[in-house]
């Protein structure tokens, strides 16, 4: 029965990790067109910053109860199975770039997460997220917009064209460049309401296997 549940409770965590940067990978691709206060939220924001945080939350739980060796194990699963899915809905190379990104942002967060799992329950998360989200931003903006990596294939024409540096300032730079900090603000907020879920199933997972 205990192995029966942490089978079931793993494959739930494949599954969702899938999922998520499936549709990460899709959403990328469509900036926010919302209008505040005469300010378009396009300039610096995509929908896909919306659902990746939530990619943290997965590893994070998989960490918290059945250890680094099979979150690692989920991040790399989730890893292969969402490249070759994201490659028939998103362009190839956003493919490329958001597979090798989330590869080593995940990573980065299953080390840094059981690094800090003693102490107080928010603060593996939180900084395992964030450097995390700083890795992700930094790698898949720059692999799958950026002139410099033009050899995997071509970009989003919308993304690549000059804007104003956030919507806001004279000098103007690739409309990715903007995106990828309107992106990483919102991947921050998103993954502080992730703290809601994970304290909510963090001690339910742990039943499964104590961490």
């Given amino acids: 029965m205990v192995m029966l549940l942490k089978n079931k409770v793993l494959i739930t965590l494949v599954a969702a990790m899938i999922a998520i940067v499936v549709a990460s ?22 929908w896909g910053a919306f659902t990746y945080p939530a990619a943290f939350l997965v590893t994070d739980l998989t960490n918290r109860a059945f250890g680094p060796s099979k979150a ?11 490249v070759v899915l994201s490659a028939l809905l998103a362009p190839v190379r956003i493919a ?7 590869l080593m ?7 840094v997460f059981n690094e800090l799992r003693g102490g107080r329950w928010w603060r593996a998360p ?3 997220s964030t450097l995390g989200s700083i890795i992700d931003t930094a790698l898949f903006f720059s692999l799958a917009f950026a002139a410099s990596f033009a050899m995997l294939g071509e970009s989003v024409p919308f993304l690549v064209e000059s804007a104003p540096l956030l919507g806001l300032f004279a000098t ?12 990483f603000v919102v991947k921050m907020l998103v993954a502080l309401v992730m703290l809601v879920p994970y ?13």
Avoid at 105 to 111: E, G, I, K, N, R
Avoid at 172 to 183: F, H, K, Q, T
């Fill in 72 to 82: 690692r194990i989920v991040v790399i699963i989730g890893f292969a199975a969402a």
């Fill in 105 to 111: 942002a995940q990573l980065l967060d299953v080390y």
């Fill in 199 to 211: 304290g909510l199933l963090r001690n339910k997972v742990a039943k499964v296997q104590p961490a």
């Fill in 126 to 128: 939180v900084i395992s």
């Fill in 25 to 46: 990978n899709y959403l990328v691709q469509f900036p926010v067109q919302v209008t505040i206060a005469g300010y378009n939220l396009a300039d610096i924001l995509t």
């Fill in 172 to 183: 103007e730079v690739p409309r990715w460049v903007s995106l990828a900090g309107g992106d």
């Fill in 96 to 102: 490329i770039a958001s597979g090798t990104a989330f």
